[in-house]
């Protein structure tokens, strides 16, 4: 078992930044990846960016590129999501989830534990 728990978010003005953190404990020697993903009000849930544990490969939504980072302690076992130039369109529950058998993916069902969430709001 894993556990992950998010915290960070907030509320911010559009052009603002927010910086995510993902602590992981339990089995975490087994994770293979960790991923952000989001849910808007009223939308599906959507990937937003994941990175591989091993060697630290990223990858991003279209949406987020470039103004979105992701980056992770392997000792302490967090993983951080860096959010700059916020958008309203950016305002969600960002979760945060564990991967242990890759490869790397972007589909929600990949991953086998999950955060409980943290709300970000951008205002306008």
């Known amino acids: 078992q894993v556990q992950l728990v998010e915290s960070g978010g907030g509320l911010v003005q559009a052009g603002g930044s927010l910086r995510l953190s993902c602590a992981a404990s339990?089995?975490?020697?087994?994770?293979?990846?960790m991923g952000w993903f989001r849910r808007a009000p009223g939308k599906e849930r959507e990937f937003v960016s994941a990175i591989r544990r091993r060697d630290g490969t990223t990858v991003y939504a279209d949406s987020v590129k470039g103004r979105f980072t992701i980056s992770g302690d392997n000792a302490k076992n967090t993983v951080y999501l860096q959010m700059n130039s916020l958008k309203p369109e950016d305002t969600a529950v960002y979760y945060c989830?564990?991967?242990?058998?890759?490869?790397?993916?972007?589909?929600?069902?990949?991953?086998?534990?999950w955060g409980q969430g943290t709300q970000v709001t951008v205002s306008s």
């Open positions: 989830a564990s991967d242990t058998t890759g490869p790397m993916s972007r589909i929600s069902s990949a991953y086998e534990y």
């Open positions: 339990g089995r975490t020697f087994e994770t293979y990846a």
